[in-house]
């Protein structure tokens, strides 16, 4: 198991959550799967410049739904090592909406990001 399958299965986990009721939500879906996959062997993610926005907004949206949901129910159920998982995935998808929506912004949609996920929780 690599050490950011808990990730990938999350970010795959919430887009399937989501459905594809609209062009807008099955961009923001596909997104999280492309993201799932570059990151299931490693630490790094590369987001094409015509995704950035799409891509933050995806991250944002598994951020709420992981915090609002999953989150509680982790708690509750004291599992420790969880609780860290998903404490991690809000707290970097965050860092990661706004490292995307700052690139975005600075390079006018112009140009692809990469970013390196930092280390996973223990």
């Known amino acids: 198991m690599g050490d950011y399958d808990f990730y990938a299965a999350q970010l795959r986990f919430a887009a399937a959550k989501a ?30 410049a015509e995704d950035l926005r799409l891509t933050a907004r995806a991250l944002a949206g598994v951020a709420g739904f992981l ?7 982790v708690v509750a159920a004291g599992n420790a090592l969880g609780e860290r998982q998903v404490r991690w995935t809000i707290d ?22 990469s970013m390196t996920l930092p280390d996973p929780p223990v």
């Open 19 to 48: 459905g594809e009721a609209d062009p807008g939500v099955a961009g923001m879906m596909a997104a999280l799967s492309r993201a799932a996959d570059q990151i299931r062997d490693g630490r790094e993610m590369r987001v094409p």
């Open 67 to 73: 915090q609002r949901h999953i989150l509680p129910e």
């Open 92 to 113: 970097t998808s965050m860092a990661c909406v706004a490292r995307l929506m700052t690139h975005a912004e600075l390079t006018g949609d112009g140009e692809a990001l």
